[in-house]
């Protein structure tokens, strides 16, 4: 067995079989590090050089030791989720770990969100959403790392709070986090000493050092895989179709009981019982959706898939996961919720359907618009 090579910049372990795991450096890199003696991963390497931070994640057992450093610190927490996937965002037991550090909660995407809707009323509710998976934030922020919406004030917010502490911030991968510190470097200043980064004792894990100007440090930690993402069941052809780039334009539909909206043909939405006022629908606005009845849904799909119905294309959708159904009666109005996808916002009273890929979330919540 040859000998373990090893990024001098953050200490993790060289391989260059998954680019998205820590250590990834392709093979001619490698050849090159070791011949000049200066031999750093892709993300370090990206880093030293165009000031730039690249996604990486852990395995859960990773992620778990991470958390446990960080209940041992005394840190101010920046949680990181994206506001139009805040399901997917959420970070398993993060609570128990948060012990007394304060939390920012950042909710990041702002920009896909309709403009119409009031941000502190999006506060609120994040505030609220987090409640119920025991994160009691400190301050609620609501920022577009892509746009640098807010960004500045986020980071006044930042100084404000952590009074002499060191920064974490977490969040589950694709939420933006990498986008966000990339937009933080920007905004700082250091560049030069950003590779100080160190390894938590007894874990391949690695971590990227901002220094602060009191000598303090704001830690990046790797994002968590979340298993359930849209993005580990659709292709990378299909996800740039359901994955929403701009603002998202609601669209409304008068539905009758026993109707059915196809949304491409990724998910389905089924009105079974309720009142008749009109059901939104909050997806990318390139994804088409078509209403059928509820009675002919199941030959209208079979018949369409990959073709009217689209994504999966047709060449994709005979190897498509078939869609599994989750039933829910909501007594306030709510959002079915298909996880990375979108939602639809239902009235009370109603009993809906939403389908989804195996593996896919399909959830209620209480509305958020
Ligand atoms: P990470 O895995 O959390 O580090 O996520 P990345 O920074 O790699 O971003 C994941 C995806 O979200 C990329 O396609 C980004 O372009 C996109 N993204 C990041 N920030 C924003 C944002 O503020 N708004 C929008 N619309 N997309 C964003």
Redesign the pocket.
């Known amino acids: 067995e040859s000998e373990k090579l090893i990024c001098i910049g953050c200490g993790a372990t060289i391989q260059s079989d998954d680019p998205h795991v820590i250590g990834y450096t392709p093979q001619a890199a490698i050849k090159k590090g070791i011949d000049s003696n200066e031999l750093y991963c892709q993300r370090c390497f990206r880093l030293r050089h165009y000031n730039e931070i690249a ?1 990486v994640s852990l395995t859960d057992d990773d992620f778990l030791r991470l958390l446990n450093q960080i209940s041992d610190a005394n840190a101010l927490i920046v949680y ?1 989720v994206d506001i139009f996937d805040f399901n997917g965002s959420v970070i398993p037991g993060l609570h128990r770990f948060v012990g007394d550090n304060p939390v920012i909660l950042v909710g ?5 969100l309709p403009q119409s809707l009031k941000r502190t009323k999006l506060a609120d509710w994040m505030r609220q959403q987090a409640n119920l998976n025991g994160i009691h934030p400190d301050a609620v922020a609501l ?5 640098n919406h807010q960004i500045q004030s986020l980071l006044d917010l930042i100084n404000k709070r952590r009074q002499n502490r060191d920064v974490y911030v977490v ?10 510190i990339n937009q933080i470097i920007r905004q700082t200043t250091g560049v030069q000493e950003l590779i100080t980064t160190s390894r938590f004792p007894g874990t391949t894990l690695d971590r990227i050092e901002i220094p602060l100007d009191d000598g303090h440090q704001l830690v990046d930690t790797p ?1 968590i895989i979340h298993p359930d993402q849209m993005a580990h069941v659709l292709s990378a052809s299909a996800l740039k179709i359901v994955a ?2 701009k603002e998202i334009k609601p669209r409304t539909f008068q539905l009758d009981e026993q109707q059915t909206i196809f949304l491409g043909g990724v998910a389905r939405f089924d009105y079974e019982y309720g009142p008749k006022k009109g059901v939104v629908a909050y997806f990318d606005n390139n994804l088409d959706l078509h209403r059928t009845k509820l009675s002919n849904a199941d030959a209208f799909y079979e018949k369409h898939l990959g073709g009217l119905l689209t994504p999966p294309t047709s060449d994709e959708s005979e190897a498509f996961p078939s869609l599994e159904r989750h039933e829910f009666h909501v007594d306030e109005k709510s959002d079915l919720v298909i996880e990375g996808l979108g939602w639809v916002t239902v009235p009370a009273g109603s009993t809906v359907a939403g389908f989804a890929p195996k593996g896919v979330s399909v959830i209620v919540r209480r509305a958020m618009i």
Do not use: H, R, Y
């Open positions: 996604p990181v990041n995407k702002e920009d896909l920022v577009s790392a892509k746009k969040g589950v991968t694709n939420v933006g986090k990498s986008t966000l994002g929403p780039q």
